[in-house]
């Protein structure tokens, strides 16, 4: 069975910087993503690393954010620079196989198992 556990996340000043972990176990796929969620929107992908060393990026953080994984600690991370008040959303960590349908799916990963999701609030 898999499970992601997330941590991090919280309120901070506009500029200022958030790590979120996101802690796996099970057999997750070839692929992790950050997505992240606004009220009544979508959720949408922010960066997905897949087959352990490729990585995406949103446009809207490219430069900002950073996603890493530790194998060893099987965690994900998603290292958040530069925060401004329009990146406060619910972020959730996610896991699953990959795909070429980046038009479809922009982190190049399928999800197929979620974190429960942690708030980041970024105030101005």
């Known amino acids: 069975q898999v499970q992601l556990v997330q941590s991090g996340g919280g309120s901070v000043q506009a500029g200022e910087s958030l790590r979120l972990s996101c802690s796996a176990s099970?057999?997750?796929?070839?692929?992790m993503a950050w997505f992240r969620q606004t009220p009544g929107k979508e959720r949408d992908g922010v960066a997905g690393?897949?087959?352990?060393?490729?990585?995406t990026y949103g446009n809207s953080v490219k430069g900002r954010f950073t996603i890493s994984q530790d194998n060893a600690k099987n965690t994900l991370y998603l290292q958040m620079n530069s925060l401004k008040p329009e990146d406060t959303a619910m972020y959730y960590c996610?896991?699953?196989?990959?795909?070429?349908?980046?038009?479809?799916?922009?982190?190049?990963?399928?999800?197929?198992?979620w974190g429960q999701g942690t708030q980041v609030t970024v105030s101005s």
């Open positions: 996610a896991a699953g196989w990959t795909s070429v349908d980046y038009t479809k799916y922009p982190t190049g990963c399928v999800p197929a198992y």
């Open positions: 099970g057999s997750t796929g070839n692929c």
């Open positions: 690393i897949l087959n352990y060393r490729f990585t």
